[in-house]
């Protein structure tokens, strides 16, 4: 099966807010990067999962006039009462001990690593048994590195080294066995 994911586009917040399962507003280039994606995706797609979070909610309606599946498995991190503040303003007192171990420690109300990365593979060993040619879905950044630590066993620790732009696309050629999955990185 071949499989596209794309990184939702631009939001408006910048990199100093915590916003993994929030709703910001997107960027006011969403409709000329919708125009670039259009260009570089195919469009026989036989199967649409998307994050059910407004950002890839949008991109997937811009992207796709077929049924879109969503699925909360590619929701982004919960970072639970972290939502939406500067990572600033979060307590050294709750983001020293995540901080030391992001992958085990999960934020005040919110998701480890660990349990994202548990439902993030489970979605990914369910999709390969599908019956699929060509899949597309649009997510987030840790979704995209959780898929990644999944089907090359990258530890969870070092998947912060990916670097994931908005936007950006990624096709995986995923198999029945998964010893012969293949990933082609695209921009």
């Given at each position: 099966?071949?499989?596209?994911i794309i990184?939702?586009?631009?939001v408006e ?5 915590c916003?993994?399962?929030?709703n ?5 280039t969403?409709?000329e ?8 995706l ?6 649409v ?5 407004l ?11 077929r ?6 498995a590619?929701?982004?991190l ?13 307590p050294?007192?709750e983001?020293n ?9 999960a ?5 480890s ?16 048994i599908?019956?699929?040619q060509?899949?597309l ?13 999944h089907?090359?066993?990258?530890p969870?620790?070092n998947?912060?080294k990916l ?25």
């Amino acid at each position: 099966m071949e499989i596209y994911i794309i990184r939702h586009t631009e939001v408006e917040l910048g990199k100093s807010v915590c916003y993994g399962q929030s709703n910001p507003p997107l960027a006011d280039t969403f409709l000329e990067d919708v125009a670039l994606l259009k260009a570089k995706l195919p469009t026989d797609f036989d199967g649409v999962y998307s994050s059910p979070l407004l950002r890839c909610k949008l991109l997937a309606a811009e992207l796709c006039s077929r049924h879109v599946q969503f699925d909360d498995a590619l929701m982004e991190l919960n970072f639970g009462t972290w939502e939406g503040k500067s990572w600033n303003e979060i307590p050294f007192s709750e983001l020293n001990p995540w901080m030391i171990d992001f992958v085990n420690v999960a934020p005040p109300e919110g998701e480890s690593l660990v349990n994202m990365h548990a439902r993030i593979s489970s979605f990914i060993e369910s999709l390969r048994i599908k019956p699929h040619q060509k899949v597309l879905i649009i997510t987030h950044a840790g979704v995209i590195r959780n898929i990644f630590s999944h089907i090359l066993n990258i530890p969870l620790n070092n998947i912060f080294k990916l670097s994931i732009a908005y936007g950006e696309v990624f096709r995986i050629r995923l198999e029945k066995d998964n010893s012969m999955d293949k990933i082609h990185f695209r921009s």
